[in-house]
């Protein structure tokens, strides 16, 4: 089963078309039909949309037919603006290979190095393409010279696409599934990477994970490894974008679990999901990020400071590179000291607290 699996990223600076070539890849693997299809579909929120940028990274499963196997692609796009590369380290972590994107009319540029250093360091397959090839101002052949002399490969290898018409992107799905390796497994015990949360009133915290050994039935009795807190999958299943039961999850799949946990500040995003007896040793996390500015967050009425206060622990469980500490002001009263990666960092956790 797992022989079949390829999963990947999409990594590149801001505006270099990421999104819209994730859009063409959704088309042509029919993960999603054409009646339903919108721009930057796996940009979820509003504040995505309306920026026109992607703030959080976002897992989808397509299929795709090469010959005559049939595989399953598990992408997690990710966001291109520097304040969210703790995002991306988190992505990378959960995936074998990336699709390394830079924009035909400006060529490599500072962001493109620096997560390109990172899926180095993690010796994630790197596979190199031009995209807008088809825009007036493409410097086609200059940037393709570029990205090989970057990555030492040949020119051949160098894909060309266009997110917005589809060029190249059949051919850029064939070269997935043949340079991006199968996923290892690291046998019959249970490991599963924790790289993300979204929270649900009804449901609790449900954990995004990819299972690096083992099998996740619903109703299996699990443990977060660090955490040490046990919990009952009461459901697992794939995001196809959207969440859809299975009856299982298993090695080398990336998905969901819901935990029925309510309580905030028990799951954190690095700990490793294993069996309930724990069976198997924890994997390898995430360093912490370091903030690198800090604001005052103050409820307008104190009597609104307990609202405030949740509302940082649920953005907290979808967004960990945010760092809060509770403090006061004998002008303001008591509000919260954060810690954020970067001045859009601030202004989007800001947004999303209103």
């Known amino acids: 089963m797992s022989q079949n699996i390829r999963n990947f990223s999409i ?81 990378l972590s959960a995936v074998e290979g990336v699709v390394l994107l830079v924009d035909a009319t400006q060529g490599v540029e500072a ?63 064939d070269a997935i599934v043949e340079r991006v390796p199968a996923p290892i497994g690291s046998g019959d015990k249970l490991q599963a990477l924790v790289y993300d949360f979204s929270y649900s009133d009804h449901r609790g915290v449900i954990v995004y994970c990819r299972l690096f050994g083992g099998k996740i039935e619903k109703g299996d009795s699990l443990k977060l490894a660090a955490a040490n807190a046990t919990f009952t999958a009461l459901e697992v299943g794939i995001l196809a974008p959207d969440e859809e039961s299975r009856a299982s999850l298993n090695e080398g799949e990336i998905g969901y679990i819901v935990t029925g946990i309510k309580k905030p500040g028990i799951a954190s995003v690095g700990d490793t999901v294993v069996a309930g007896r724990m069976s198997a040793p924890a994997l390898g996390g995430y360093m912490q990020p370091a903030p690198v500015i800090w604001a005052s967050v103050y409820p307008e009425s104190q009597d609104d400071l307990l609202q405030l206060r949740q509302a940082l622990e649920r953005l907290r469980l979808t967004d960990s590179s945010l760092s809060y500490e509770e403090e006061s002001s004998g002008v303001m009263g008591k509000g919260f000291r954060c810690g954020f990666l970067g001045m859009l960092h601030l202004e989007i956790i800001v947004e999303r607290l209103k």
């Open 111 to 173: 962001q493109t190095l620096s997560v390109l250093q990172t899926a180095r360091e993690l010796g994630r397959v790197i596979i190199p393409v031009v995209n807008k090839v088809d825009a007036p101002h493409a410097r086609v052949d200059d940037v393709r010279s570029e990205l090989a002399l970057l990555l030492n490969c040949d020119e051949s290898t160098v894909l060309l696409t266009s997110g917005k018409t589809g060029i190249g992107v059949k051919d850029l799905l």
């Open 11 to 91: 990594i590149a600076h801001i505006d270099h078309g990421k999104s819209t070539l994730a859009d063409r890849m959704l088309e042509l693997t029919g993960t999603i039909e054409k009646r339903e299809m919108r721009d930057q579909v796996l940009d979820r929120m509003d504040l995505e949309r309306e920026r026109g940028i992607t703030i959080k990274m976002q897992p989808v499963r397509m299929q795709w037919k090469k010959g005559e196997q049939n595989f399953i692609l598990n992408l997690i796009d990710t966001p291109g603006h520097v304040d969210f590369a703790y995002e991306v380290s988190r992505a």
